[in-house]
């Protein structure tokens, strides 16, 4: 999966007017609060959007715990779960 760390976010505009105090604002005062906030929520989406690309993508605690289970023969197989699983597929490609 690709994140485009460039990409405006429809939040980003919502979040500025928010910010915007209830007075009118003069043009260039209006201009530099809505650039802060911008600056502001892009700074944090890209901090939050690197976080992501920095986590695992294989929760490697889980994997061996599963393997674990599996070897001491200790892992049980639903067979309605499983039946479940597809048929919801099944119905869900539909």
Do not use: C, F, W
């Amino acid at each position: 999966m690709r994140i485009d760390l460039n990409a405006r976010l429809p939040m980003e505009e919502a979040e500025a007017s928010r910010t915007r105090s209830s007075r009118p604002l003069a043009n260039d005062e209006a201009a530099g609060q809505a650039d802060l906030a911008t600056a502001s929520n892009s700074t944090r989406v890209r901090s939050l959007a690197q976080s992501v690309l920095d986590a695992p993508e294989v929760r490697t605690e889980k994997v061996d715990a599963l393997r674990a289970d599996i070897a001491s023969g200790h892992y049980e197989v639903s067979a309605r779960k499983i039946a479940a699983a597809m048929l919801e597929h099944v119905l869900a490609r539909q």
